[in-house]
Every structure is written in structure tokens, then in C-alpha cells.
């Protein structure tokens, strides 16, 4: 008998190890012989843990489970419906079925660490077939697709490939970002505690394109659990030739290494991330040079996040045509939504670029998880905007966020009830650049502490300070090096505009 | 991640920075190592490193008080850090971390006075669609409420 039960961080979380024990206990006593495969999960957070039992070649669910039921779910029949935590073959749940899974195609299904489940569900095909083509046509066909990064940006990932493959030097580098720590994002996470090889197979394929055959993933000391699953995927890897001296018999080289990260959020920006693999502090470099053309010890480096880099091979096996038919505008393929905070059923939600906020917030995601009306949903992490219900029929797309003032990061969603207090939230963002800064240029190391004071002001009912903000924010905006203090004003402005309300009501209470 | 010890002999300290010295940008895998056997990074460590790696001490110090996890010192047998990330916030996290913060009587960084636990906070655990989050050494913990924090600390021993 085959038993899933997740062995990702939220299940964890969740108490998916005691359910393991529970089933384990259960199996012994019963004298039944149980396979208990640790998977990732399928992104429904609000069943985790989910445990799923093969009958018949289907795999059947049942959650949120607790290590109580574990005797009834040995027995089976409470799979086929005897409770209200039956779920039925997971396939043709509506949150399953409704999804177009690409990147995610293998998380919660298969062993993250089993090689041969990876190749039975179609894993290693786009390296295989990306062994076979020369560096250029691989950057092709990854500019074809249309491929922009995952990690907030949004820049043609085909385009930074053709830089560092242009670019002439003894030793290039593929560095992955696995350093994003926005709020309300674990796509990353999730990928690579669910689906390791597909990093290293996006990584891989990189390399071969470009010309570089050393890769390192800087990895986030706050996320422990993929950091061993990664480690051990990548020695897995090497010992079956997919990567090291000769990719899977091709003759052609490229190895790679985790790195961990120290706790430090600016990191998450590429070349701050590129001092901090070198040694330093963590600091950002001021632009040019790119690290396309002078990036991980001075070299030509490909610096891209793990959903791009994941997506690569799926890319590369199916045809930049397929991958390009998903989608809206210039946004192509699919988005891993990530739905989070106070949320009925938060999860990873991938699908089409093109949804509308409110589908995906009142439909998808169920609204609040308290029952109370949605007031505000921050989208693209700490540094994204609040975006109110009147907004809510805004496309997911790069450019229609950015016409609504927006921006979708890493399509990260925070759901926020009517409780919230939007003036906190907004002194929230700028406490948070204040401590993050990294301290190299002035407005982030100095703004977001003024900006703090100045929201305080407002607070105590200083009308004039509203206007002051406005104005240190545009000059955060224009004058910052990085995104940390050039896109704190969006949290800041966003609920400064869109909530007056909750600014003049502090007034008020002062008054 | 508990330490081992707070007196770091001299020899496996080197053995350490040996071990790592011909990674490409070996500090941070030094330090992390170092930090793993000793709970913090030793003083005596600090020359062995600079030297090593034929930067000043300086240069060393930017870097190690540049990064929220390396310490100077021990921290508590365990570390419990809580979420303080907006998603959490959405479901009651800052609630929760005062309401614990004040039971131990401690500030963010503290240590209870039995040296148990120290409190850190941590922004974000990848752990959104089920906060509060937090995390006691390496195990994960979501949706935590007050009842479960109690028991935490009581297992803890704080």
C-alpha cells in the first residue's frame, strides 16, 4: 500500500511528521505493509497535511489529517467518503483541475528525491534535448518563449542569457536566486523541497547555454528544510551524471553548489547576492556593470530566480511555442500565484498570466480566512502595493499591474481583512527598509527612517507630514539603488492613497 | 543548532577554515560552519579567519556583524524565532509575539534567564498560507495560537 504524506515545510508545519508516526504505528499494529512517500505539497495549504492513498491506481486524499486518523485511513474506506475530510482522487479536486500546471507539474506527486520518479514524469527530457543544441539555439528558443524573471523585475530571461552567452571569459557562472524572503511568497520553497532536479535541470541547461559549468544556488538560512533536500538532490544528481564532467554522457560540463545565506533580506537583490557568494557584506553594486558581463568574482554571471530557472526545462522539453500560447500580452506562459495571510484557502494556485485579482481572491482563494470582508490584498511582497477592492478587476499581467499602480514581484497575494489598519501596515514597510537597508545610498538608509518618524507624525495628527511622505517617497523612488528603498513607497503610498481613511481616523483620535 | 560548547580550541577552529578555504567566496561557508559547532563565532576564531583568507579584521567584523544570523556570543539552548512578515501580521502574528515577548519578559534577542531560549524575529519562513509561523531550532511550526506557544515554551524549558 502506497500512503503520501508531504514531507514540505507548510505540511510540516502543520504536523505532517506526527501523522507519518500515526501511520507508521497503525501499519505495524495492523501488520499491513505500507510505502509511506514523503512528497511535496500540492499547494493546498488548508488541507495539510494531506494524506494520499493509492486505490486502484488513483490517488485518493484526505485532509487536514491528524494522527487520530490514522487507523481509518489505513482502512481505506474513509478515502472513498465515510468523512468530511475525504477529498476523493486529488486529480479532480476544482483547485487541481482548474490550474495549468507547468513548473509545479511534479510538486506533491512525485519523490522529491527519487531520480527515476523525476524522469518518469518527464524529468531530464529538456536537458537531453537541450544537450544535443548549441548555446545559441538554447538562448533562442528561451527568448522565444518569452520567458521573463520570476523574481519581481520581469526582464526577458532570453535576453540576460544572450548577454553572458555573447560575453568572452575564461569562467562564466549561473547563480540562482533562492534568496527571496518577501512576505507572502514560497514558491521557491515549495519548488525545491517538492521538485529538487528541476532547479538543477533549469541550472544545467543554463550552463550549457551560456557556456558557464559552475552554478551555485544562494539559498535562505530561514528555510532549513530545503536546504537539506537541495544539498542531497544535488549529490543525487552528480552521482548519476546529470551533472559534473560530462552531462548525462555528452561531454559537456557543468557542477554546481548550495550556499547559504545569513539572514540578511537585501541579499534577495542580485548583486548585493553576488557580494554577499563572494564573501562580503552584503551590499548592493551600482549598475553597470551587469552581472551578465561582470557578476560572481568579476564574471560574466546568470543571475536568475528558482521559478525561472525551474521553468527552463519544461520549456526546453515541450517548445518555446508551447510555453508562449499561455498567457496575456506581453506576459507568457504561467504564474505560480502564492496565497497567503488571512485567506480561506491559501495555497500555490499556477496558472495563465491573465486572471483578474478579484477571481483569484474571492473565487480561487475563498476570501478570508476570519469570514470578515477583504479590505486590502498586497501583492508582490513587501515591497508590492495594497491594492483595494476597487482594483480588484485588475489583470494579472506585468504591464496591467504597473498601469494600476502596481506591481505582481513574485506574485506573491496577502490577504488583509477589514481589521487591518492600513497606517500600521504603512509604518510597517518603512520599519522594515530601515532595518534591512543594506546603507549604501541615502534615501533608502536615510528615507525609511525618516519615513517612519514622518508616518508617526501623521499618526499624532500633523497634517502637513502627509504631503512631506509623498514627497520623500518620490525621492526614495527616484534616488535608490536597489528595489528595497525604490519600491518601499509603493507599500507606503498605496495605503496612504487608497485608505485615507485610516490616516485621518489617527488624526481624529488624536484630536 | 544548539551549542556545542562556548571554548573553541584552536586547532579544530583552523581544521574548520581549512576545510573551506578553496571554495570559491569560502567566508560565509566558514562562518556558517564555525557558527554550527560553536553556537557563535569565537573571538579566537576572528585572526584565524582573517589571516586565512588575507583580509583585515576589519573587513571580517563588516562582514560578520553585516548578517542578522552570526552571533558573537551563545545564544539560548534553543531559538525560537517568530514571523514578524506581513503575511503573519495578517493572522495575528505581531499579536502573538508581543503576548510571548511579555510572558518571558524578554525584548526581541533576549534569553531567558535559565539560558534556555533566546527569542529572534524572522521575516518570513516561506510558511504564509498557514501563520502565525514560527520556528523553534529547526522544526516548523504554523498556525500557532496562544495555547501552543505556552506548551512550546514549556518544552523548551523556558
Known sequence: MRVWVPGDSAAKALGADQVVAAIADAARDRGVDVEIIRNGSRGMIWLEPLV???IDGQRYGYGPATP??????????ILRGDSAKSLGPVDDLDWMKRQTRLTFARV??????SLSDYEAHGGLAGL?????????????????????????????????????????????YIVCNADEGDSGTFADRMLMEGDPFTLIEGMAIAGLAVGATRGYVYLRSEYPDAIRVMRRAVEIARDAGVIGADILGSVKAFDMEIRVGAGAYVCGEETALLNSLEGKRGVVRAKPPLPALEGFLGRPTVVNNVISLATVPVIMAKGAAYYAGFGLGRSRGT???????????????????????????????????????????QVGGPLGAYMPREKFGTAFGYEEFDAEGGLIGHAGLTVFDDRTDMLRMARFAMEFCAVESCGKCTPCRIGAVRG??????????????AELLTDLCETMKDGSLCALGGFTPFPVMSALTHFPDDFARQKEAAE | MSPARSAAPIEELRQIIDEHRSLEGPLLPILHAIQNAYGHIPAEARP?????????EAELHGVISFYHDFRDK????????????????????????????????????????????????????GLCACGPAAMVDDRVLGRVDAAQMDALLAEAGA
Open chain 1, 128 to 172: 537531453r534535448h537541450a544537450a544535443t543544441m548549441s548555446g545559441a539555439e538554447i538562448v533562442r528558443e528561451i527568448t522565444e518563449s518569452g520567458l521573463r524573471g520570476r523574481g519581481g523585475a520581469g526582464f526577458p530571461t532570453g535576453i540576460k542569457w544572450q548577454t553572458v552567452h555573447d560575453a568572452d571569459a575564461p569562467q562564466k
Open chain 2, 48 to 56: 584565524l579567519i582573517a589571516d586565512a583568507l588575507n583580509i583585515t
Open chain 1, 108 to 113: 506533491g506527486v512525485i519523490d522529491p528525491l
Open chain 1, 452 to 465: 517612519v518618524e514622518t508616518i508617526d507624525r501623521i499618526a499624532q495628527g500633523d497634517a502637513e507630514a
Open chain 1, 335 to 377: 504564474v505560480t500565484l502564492q496565497i497567503a495571510g488571512n485567506v480561506a484557502r491559501g495555497g500555490l494556485f499556477e496558472t495563465a498570466f491573465g486572471l483578474s485579482l478579484g477571481e483569484i481572491v474571492d473565487d480561487i482563494a475563498g476570501g478570508t480566512a476570519s469570514g470578515r470582508p477583504v479590505k486590502a490584498v
Open chain 1, 52 to 54: 494520499e492513498v493509492e
Open chain 1, 68 to 77: 487520530e486518523d490514522a487507523g481509518a485511513i489505513l482502512s481505506g474506506g
Open chain 2, 74 to 125: 551563545p545564544a539560548g539552548r534553543h531559538v525560537l524565532k517568530i514571523c514578524r512578515a506581513e503575511a503573519c501580521q495578517a493572522v495575528g502574528g505581531e499579536e502573538l509575539a508581543a503576548e510571548t515577548l511579555r510572558k518571558l519578559g524578554l525584548d526581541w534577542h533576549g534569553t531567558t534567564e535559565n539560558g534556555a531560549l533566546t527569542v529572534e524575529p524572522v521575516y518570513c519562513l
